[in-house]
Structures are given as structure tokens and as C-alpha cells.
């Protein structure tokens, strides 16, 4: 079985800036297999996953 997983962490992405973190969703594509394993894909499901603990546990920021 094949992990999703996000290039970044929740906590890589709660600690950007707005605007960094607008421009760094905005901006990738690069899904692909993790480096060094094969069993672990870089994903847009793993990002999006890691983005919603993000907003979950900071609702009021993305309350816009």
C-alpha cells in the first residue's frame, strides 16, 4: 500500500505567511514518489489533508 503523504507538514504550513502559503497552493504540482521510498507518494491528497488540520486548528484565520 502506497502512503499519501504532503511535501510539507501542517505545521510547515500553518508557520508560512498568508501570502507564502496562498502562492505555495497556488503553485504546486509536483506529485510523485517520496525520495528513498517507494511506498510513499507526494500528493495533492496528502496536501490537502495536511492543509485541513491547518484550517481546523485555526479557523479564524482562513474566515475570510
Given at each position: 500500500m502506497v502512503v499519501q503523504r504532503s511535501v510539507k507538514t501542517a505545521e510547515e504550513l500553518a508557520a508560512m505567511a498568508d501570502d507564502e502559503l496562498v502562492k505555495f497552493l497556488n503553485d504546486w504540482n509536483s506529485?510523485?514518489?517520496?525520495?528513498?521510498?517507494?511506498?510513499?507518494?507526494?500528493?495533492?491528497?496528502?496536501?490537502?489533508?495536511?492543509?485541513?488540520?491547518?484550517?481546523?486548528?485555526?479557523?479564524?484565520?482562513?474566515?475570510?
Open positions: 506529485p510523485g514518489m517520496h525520495q528513498g521510498d517507494f511506498l510513499v507518494e507526494n500528493s495533492f491528497s496528502g496536501l490537502s489533508k495536511a492543509f485541513s488540520e491547518v484550517v481546523h486548528d485555526n479557523p479564524a484565520r482562513f474566515a475570510e
